[in-house]
């Protein structure tokens, strides 16, 4: 199953070589051209004599790195993106050095029973256990900088239509964005599918790569936190396998009215549920690409996920064929320009 195995990759913001090739090969044979940009985004072009449409997924995934060894071996962490250390007790990790693979475990200090917890734990509070010396550490090559990938194999839940596994956020984006370019065989767009890397440190990857393009229009396909779980359930608004989330508005962007428009009727039209979100928390690449080149409209779109930024994410297959089936109408039916 690809999405499976694009969410089994480590790729830490920074460190996102290894989905980058892998998504290179998946895609290069439908598309007309592909390139990597300096910056180390992932651009791959479909020509059409139509208007210039970019769809955007980010490879990273929230990580952490080394900031200290002690004497006996224990590693002190710096987060890379956003994340909850209570998530992380107990949490495995890969450190890959040039000498091969080490796995550990993510550990809270000095607590002996849980009934010591009394606080929430702060990532000053964890390290990882690797069972082996600073000396044999170093001997491995492990040293200050490297990546602390989280690792966790990804399943299904009790109901096979539920996935469950860590970088759904924004694997998911990625495997959507591959699967449009395999579908869409005929279309009169000009489409650029851009996989960017940082977003979850700054959105610094979606900043570069439009530096040498220039689309009408774009929509980012992005997962969003699912709300589901609230303890008054009427306040839920984005539910895992209530269809795509089409975001209004996030903490910093409000998006494109048109696009908007055009992503509903195109719902109405082929019976696609969606679910509308306006957040007040966290953005998107879109944020970067709408305010680039001048200004261009910008939507965001993708499915809802529980626990995100954990190895425990959770998300629909349906909610994300959902948004497959939607795109591909949008990019094959659309006006040709959209100004708000």
Known sequence: MLLKELMDITGTSGNEQEVRNFIYKEIKKYVTDIKVDKFGNLIAHKKGKGPTVLLASHMDEVGLMIKNI?????????????????????????????KGNLQGVLTIHEVSDAEDVTTLPKLQDLFVDTGMSKKELMKYGVEIGNFLQLIQETTTLGNKDFILGKALDDRVGCYILIELAKRLKKTS????????????????????????????????VD??????????????TKVVGGGPCITVKDADMISNVCIDEWLKEIAAKEKIKIQLEVSDIGTTDA????????????????????????????????????????????IKNHPQKCIV
């Open 70 to 98: 002690s004497e006996r071996g224990t590693i002190a962490c710096s987060q890379i993106g956003g994340l909850e250390p209570l998530s992380l007790i107990g949490e495995r990790v890969l450190i890959k050095t040039k």
């Open 189 to 220: 767009s000009d489409v650029y599918f851009v996989f960017t890397v940082q977003e979850e440190v700054g959105l610094y990857g979606a900043k570069t790569s439009l530096y040498n393009l220039n689309p009408d229009w774009a929509v980012v």
């Open 223 to 236: 997962v969003t936190n699912a709300d589901d779980a609230r303890e008054h359930p009427h306040e839920a």
């Open 287 to 330: 944020l970067s690409i709408s305010v680039s080149k001048g200004g261009i409209p910008t939507a965001v779109v993708g499915p809802a996920v529980r626990n995100l930024h954990t190895t425990a994410g959770v998300a629909s297959l349906k909610d994300i064929e959902q948004t497959i089936r939607l795109l591909a109408e949008l």
